[in-house]
Nanobody
Framework: QVQVAESGGGLVQAGASLRLSCAASGRTIFGYDDTYAMGWFRQAPGKEREFVAAIIWSGGTIYAGSVKGRFTSSRDGAKNTVYLQMNRLKPEDTAVYYC????????????????WGQGTQVTVSS
């Protein structure tokens, strides 16, 4: 069973950039012919958790329309880590960001992920 832990959040001004990291343990992720996906989700107070991005073993990615063109997910197999590079941040990006792992082949649904980190706060000032 894989465990994940995200880090890298903070308080920034609109237009700034942040890079979130998600370190996995318990197993090596993104092995060849594997079905694991690493997803990024976010949740603001009073709102439902929403999909942000996902990456699969091949390096293929999926992005929510609200972040496409600004956010980029990537992986480093040697470090067993995935990243979310967030550029041109907006106040509406403010949320707790979660990394999640699941053997789903790539999904945008929280239900399809089985391992979750504790979350890291991203706050973008207006």
């Amino acid at each position: 069973q894989v465990q994940v832990a995200e880090s890298g959040g903070g308080l920034v001004q609109a237009g700034a950039s942040l890079r979130l990291s998600c370190a996995a343990s318990g197993r090596t992720i993104f092995g060849y012919d594997d079905t694991y996906a690493m997803g990024w989700f976010r949740q603001a107070p009073g709102k439902e958790r929403e999909f942000v991005a996902a990456i699969i073993w091949s390096g293929g990615t999926i992005y929510a329309g609200s972040v496409k063109g600004r956010f980029t997910s990537s992986r480093d197999g040697a470090k067993n880590t995935v990243y979310l590079q967030m550029n041109r941040l907006k106040p509406e990006d403010t949320a707790v960001y979660y990394c999640a792992a699941g053997r789903n082949g790539g999904s945008t649904r929280p239900y399809d992920y089985t391992s979750w980190g504790q979350g890291t706060q991203v706050t973008v000032s207006s």
